[in-house]
């Protein structure tokens, strides 16, 4: 009898590996590895994974080079804090002032702080200039008094693929105005989308924001991700 051929199955073949699952208020969480990927998902719904980051650094980039250049050391506000990107290139930024993270998964918290992602996002969790709220985006928004120079928000697939229902109050007329209300004067309004939105950038401009635009960020197939952007004027 000839030997048995070996076996090269690695962990992609196989398929996905679940690391964590609990249940939140919102739903059912998980962190998946595939390979060499880690992966968030919400209520079965693919939200991220640690393959590529480009769209969330865009999103920070983007949110800074469009304030004004005599802002100095400008606050952001990152909303979501996903598999951290958006916080460890905020972080690596020495322009940037205060950097609070809002992010209402307590699970999502604590795979950064103590488990899996915190490869990520170890480095930037130890600046001082960093700080993560356990809270809803939507409610913080609305009733914070804190002001800031730059929204920089990823908490759904986009303005119209939203992870839970009560997301979608946030690109409402209400919510926007919210947004704007947290804004200082000439500060931006930087939202991460999987899809374009026409409807979302007109949403914006009624809302009273100037200079509302979308820059893309190719993808490897389908449509490219976009990061809204608008302007608080005085």
Request: net charge negative.
């Amino acid at each position: 009898m000839s030997a048995p051929a070996p076996d090269f199955a690695t962990a992609s073949d196989l398929g996905p590996v679940t690391l964590d699952r609990r249940d939140g208020p919102h739903g059912e969480i998980v962190l998946r590895r595939r390979g060499e990927r880690l992966e968030i998902i919400a209520n079965g719904c693919f939200l991220m994974d640690t393959s590529d980051g480009r769209s969330e650094r865009l999103l920070i980039d983007a949110a800074l080079a469009a304030l004004p250049e005599e802002r100095h050391r400008p606050d952001v506000l990152v909303g979501g804090l996903g598999v951290g990107f958006s916080l460890a290139h905020a972080a690596a930024e020495p322009r940037w002032g205060r950097i609070v993270v809002v992010e209402r998964e307590r699970a999502v918290i604590d795979w950064h702080r103590d488990g899996p992602l915190r490869r990520i996002s170890g480095a930037a969790l130890a600046d001082p200039r960093a700080v993560i709220l356990h809270t809803d985006l939507v409610e913080y928004l609305r009733t914070t008094t804190d002001r800031y120079d730059a929204l920089c928000l990823d908490i759904d697939n986009g303005p119209e693929w939203t992870v839970t229902e009560d997301n979608e109050s946030l690109y409402s007329p209400d919510g926007l105005a919210a947004c704007r209300a947290r804004l200082n004067p000439g500060g931006v309004l930087a939202v991460w989308s999987a899809n374009p939105s026409p409807a979302f950038a007109e949403a914006l401009g009624n809302a009273g924001f100037s200079g509302v635009r979308a820059e893309e960020i190719q993808v490897a197939r389908g449509v490219p991700d976009v990061v809204h952007l608008a302007v608080r004027t005085a």
